[in-house]
């Protein structure tokens, strides 16, 4: 019995945020968005240029392209995400991808039209005749 309960005791210990999902203002939006976001207002807060937090991340200026999922219409949440100034918008099924302000990501994560967004990431393939890059 007493084996059991040592078993179980770092179980126990885990920090709340490992096993519960995000909550708050940003909950909707992906961690990597999350940390530009943060990043963004640490740089406007200290009058300092923007460190990005994942170099891969596709900032242009101060745009990030996104790929955002739309919980009911996507030309609704198209629209709205326009209205935040996103430029380059375009749907494929529930998505609109396309390059926001990253000042906007919290007005984005806000959005009830947004079920959920992510920074927008190219693959490549390689392998056999028909590579892809």
Avoid: W
Avoid at 8 to 20: G, Q, R, V
Avoid at 35 to 59: H, K, N
Avoid at 71 to 80: D, I, K, N, P, T
């Amino acid at each position: 019995m007493c084996l059991g309960s040592v078993l179980l005791t770092p179980i126990l210990l885990l920090p709340l945020s490992a096993a519960a999902p995000a909550t708050g203002p940003l909950a909707k939006v992906a961690p990597d968005l999350q940390a530009l976001f943060e990043a963004y207002e640490v740089a406007q807060r200290d009058g300092r240029s923007l460190i990005l937090p994942d170099p891969t991340m596709p900032v242009v200026e101060d745009r990030v392209t996104i790929d955002a999922v739309a919980s009911e219409s996507v030309e609704a949440l198209e629209s709205r995400l326009v209205g935040l100034g996103m430029r380059g918008a375009a749907t494929a099924g529930r998505m609109v991808s396309g390059q926001l302000p990253i000042s906007q990501i919290a007005a984005m994560a806000a959005l009830p039209e947004l079920r959920f967004a992510r920074a927008a990431r190219s693959m490549t393939h390689r392998g056999g005749s028909g590579d892809v890059r």
